[in-house]
C-alpha cells in the first residue's frame, strides 16, 4: 500500500534532511513556495485555518502556524480552547470551514477521502483516554495497529516486542488494560502509535489522567520519541509538563492564537 | 492478502456470535420470507401447468382425433375460419400432434400414468379458438356447433376447466407475493439492524483502526460479509423448507384419482432447484445490500 504512494516518501525523505527551524514570514506565493520548500520542511503547516461548530461559535479562527519536522509543539490553553480541535484537523477528523492544512507537503483538505488512510499511517495518535481496546492484550492492542493496515505477520512478530520494550512494557504483553495502571495504559497507547514508525504524532492531553509522577514518565518518553525525529504536536493544559519540557507553545485562547513562542513556558 | 481473508472471516464469525439472538432473528425471518418467495414460484408454475393450454385469452378447444383424415382436418379449419363474427380468426391457433404433446407433457407433469398411454401419433391435434364474445350462452351454443363435425374428438371450454382455477391463481399470487415482499423487507431492516448493532458494538475498535489507517473497505468488508452470510443461511433454510414442502405436495397429490386435473399442480424437480438457486441469490444479494447500506452508513466516525 505504501508502494502506492512515492510522491508522498519522497518529498519527505528530501525534505529531511533539511533544516528542522520553522521558517517565518513565508508568503505562500507559488514560486517562492517552491523555493522556500526546498530550504526548509514543514511537517505541519496550518494557513488561516477557521473552523465552526454550529453556525456561530468558531472553535478556531484564522490560525496560521508552521511545525517542522522534528519538532515539539505543545498546544496550551484552557478546556474549549480549540487545541483539540486543531489536533483534529490535522489527521482530517475534521475539515476547516476556511484555510488550508498542509501536512508533510500535501494540502490535505484537497485530498480523496479514499486517501485519507493513508495519511493517519504517517501519524500516531495518543489521547487522554487512551483509547485500548478492552478484550485485546497488550500485545494483541499494538499489534491491531499494523494488522488492520495489512502489514505482514512476521513483521508484526518482530516490530510489536521492539515498541514495547522502547516504551518499557517488556514482560507485560499478556496483560489486559484493566490489569495494569493508567500510566502502563498510556505506554501502550504510545506504543500504539509509535510501532508504525510515523512521521508525527499528535497527544491530546496524554498526561490528563495521570499523576504527576507517572505523567513525568510519560514526557521522557514522548521527549525519547521525539529525539528519534519524530514531530510531536501535543495539546494540553498541564503547567508542569509545559514548564519543565522548554519547548515550542502556542496558546490558544477562545480558538484565536495568542502566543507563538520558541522555549516557552505555560505563563 | 490471505491474511487480510481471514481477517475477515475472523471479524465476521466473533461478530456473529456477539449478536446471537438477533442474528437468529434475521437469519430466521430471511429464511421465512424466502421460504414465501419460493413457494410463490411453485404455486404459481403449478398454476400455470394448469392454464398453460388456456394461455392468451383462449376460450375453446376443439380436439381433433388423432386418426381424422386431412379433409375433416381441412373442414374444421375453414368452418372456424368462415366464422369471423364470433371468433377472433387472427388468434386461431393450431397445435399439430407434436405440440400438443409437448404441452401435454406440462399438463399431465404429475400424472405420469396418464402421459405414458399418450404419444405423438395417439394424441389429438387441436385449435385453440379465442372467442369474440365473453357470453357463455353464445360460446356454449359455439362448441355445440363443433361437437358433431367428423373427426372432431371433443371441445372444451375455458369456462367449465378454469374459471374458479384462474380466479383463484390470481388470488393466492396476489398475497403470496405480496407476503413474501413484506417479509423481505422485514428481513432486510433485520439484517440492517444486526449490522449496525454489530457497529456499534465494535465502535472504539472502529474509531481506533479509523486513526491507525485502516482502509474503508478493510473496516466494511466484515459487516458486509456477515449481513451477506446472514441472507444466505436464511436462503438456505429456505431451500430446504421449500425441498420439504414440494415433496410433501408431490406425494400428496398422487393420492388424488387421476384425470382430475390436481395433477398437474406437480412441478417438475428441475424447476424447483431453479427456484432453490433464485432463492440463494435473493438472499445473499439482500443480505450484502442490506449491510453494505447499514455500514457505509453507520462507519462514519
Known amino acids: 500500500m505504501v508502494t502506492s504512494m512515492p510522491s508522498w516518501k519522497g518529498s519527505f525523505v528530501g525534505a529531511a534532511l533539511n533544516r528542522s527551524r520553522p521558517c517565518k514570514g513565508f508568503t505562500g506565493a507559488h514560486h517562492e513556495h517552491l523555493v522556500i520548500a526546498k530550504l526548509c520542511f514543514f511537517m505541519i503547516r496550518l494557513e488561516n485555518v477557521s473552523k465552526m461548530y454550529g453556525s456561530e461559535i468558531p472553535a478556531v479562527r484564522d490560525a496560521s502556524f508552521d511545525v517542522a519536522k522534528g519538532e515539539f509543539v505543545f498546544l496550551v490553553g484552557p478546556s474549549g480552547s480549540g487545541k483539540s480541535t486543531l489536533l483534529r484537523l490535522m ?51 499494538v499489534a491491531f495497529a499494523l494488522e488492520v493496515i495489512g502489514k505482514p505477520k512476521h513483521i508484526i512478530a518482530q516490530q510489536v516486542p521492539q515498541v514495547l520494550e522502547l516504551v518499557g512494557l517488556s514482560g507485560k504483553e499478556d496483560r489486559f488494560p484493566h490489569q495494569l495502571s493508567g500510566g502502563e495504559q498510556q505506554r501502550v497507547s ?38 528519534t525525529g519524530t514531530t510531536i504536536v501535543m495539546a494540553t493544559h498541564d503547567h508542569r509538563v509545559v514548564n519543565a519540557m522548554r519547548r515550542r507553545v502556542i496558546q490558544l485562547d477562545r480558538g484565536v492564537i495568542v502566543r507563538d513562542q520558541e522555549r516557552g513556558v505555560y505563563e | 492478502m490471505i491474511q487480510r481473508i481471514s481477517y475477515a472471516f475472523r471479524e465476521t464469525i466473533a461478530s456473529f456470535r456477539r449478536n446471537m439472538t438477533l442474528s437468529v432473528a434475521a437469519v430466521i425471518t430471511s429464511a421465512v420470507s424466502l421460504l414465501l418467495v ?26 381433433v382425433r388423432p386418426d381424422a383424415s386431412t ?39 404429475g400424472d405420469p400414468t396418464t402421459l405414458s398411454l399418450l404419444s ?44 374458479v382455477i384462474s380466479t383463484l391463481s390470481t388470488f393466492v399470487r396476489t398475497v403470496t407475493i405480496g407476503m413474501s415482499l413484506v417479509l423481505l423487507s422485514v428481513a432486510v431492516i433485520l439484517i ?35 449481513g451477506l452470510i446472514q441472507g444466505l443461511v436464511g436462503a438456505l433454510v429456505s ?18 384419482k387421476a384425470g382430475t386435473g390436481v395433477s398437474s399442480l406437480v412441478v ?34
Open chain 1, 91 to 141: 489527521n482530517r477528523q475534521e475539515r476547516p470551514e476556511r484555510g488550508n492544512v498542509w501536512v508533510a507537503g500535501r494540502n490535505i483538505n484537497e485530498m480523496a477521502n479514499s486517501q485519507i488512510p493513508y495519511l493517519r499511517r504517517t501519524m500516531g495518535n495518543v489521547f487522554q483516554d487512551y483509547k485500548l481496546l478492552p478484550n485485546k492484550t497488550v500485545f494483541e492492542n
Open chain 1, 190 to 227: 504510545i506504543a500504539r502509535a509509535f510501532v508504525n514508525r510515523p512521521l508525527i504524532l499528535l497527544a491530546d492531553e496524554p498526561t490528563g489522567n495521570l499523576d504527576p509522577a507517572t505523567g513525568e514518565g510519560i514526557m521522557a518518553l514522548l521527549d525519547a520519541i521525539n529525539r
Open chain 2, 38 to 63: 419460493g413457494a410463490t414460484f411453485l404455486i404459481q408454475r403449478a398454476f400455470d401447468n394448469l392454464l398453460v393450454q388456456w394461455r392468451g385469452d383462449v376460450g375453446m378447444i376443439v380436439f
Open chain 2, 71 to 109: 379433409e375433416a382436418l381441412s373442414y374444421i379449419k375453414q368452418n372456424l375460419e368462415s366464422q369471423p363474427n364470433v371468433i377472433d380468426v387472427k388468434k386461431l391457433v393450431y397445435l399439430d400432434k407434436t405440440q400438443s404433446f409437448e404441452e401435454a407433457k406440462r399438463v399431465f407433469a
Open chain 2, 120 to 163: 405423438v401419433d395417439t394424441i389429438p391435434s387441436q385449435f385453440k379458438v379465442v372467442p369474440k364474445t365473453t357470453d357463455p350462452t353464445l360460446v356454449r351454443s359455439l362448441a355445440d356447433q363443433y361437437r358433431t363435425l367428423p373427426g372432431v374428438a371433443g371441445v372444451s371450454l375455458a369456462e367449465d376447466e378454469f374459471d
Open chain 2, 192 to 226: 440492517w439492524n444486526t449490522i449496525r448493532t454489530a457497529i456499534f458494538a465494535r465502535r472504539r475498535e472502529i474509531e481506533v483502526m479509523k486513526l491507525v489507517g485502516a482502509t474503508d473497505w478493510f473496516i466494511r468488508v466484515p459487516f458486509i460479509l456477515e
Open chain 2, 239 to 256: 431451500c430446504g423448507g421449500l425441498w420439504a414442502l414440494n415433496r410433501a405436495w408431490t406425494s400428496g397429490v398422487a393420492g388424488f
Open chain 2, 268 to 301: 417438475p424437480s428441475g424447476y424447483v432447484s431453479g427456484v432453490m438457486v433464485a432463492l440463494l441469490i435473493i438472499g445473499a444479494v439482500a443480505g450484502g445490500v442490506g449491510s453494505g447500506v447499514a455500514s457505509s452508513k453507520f462507519l462514519d466516525v
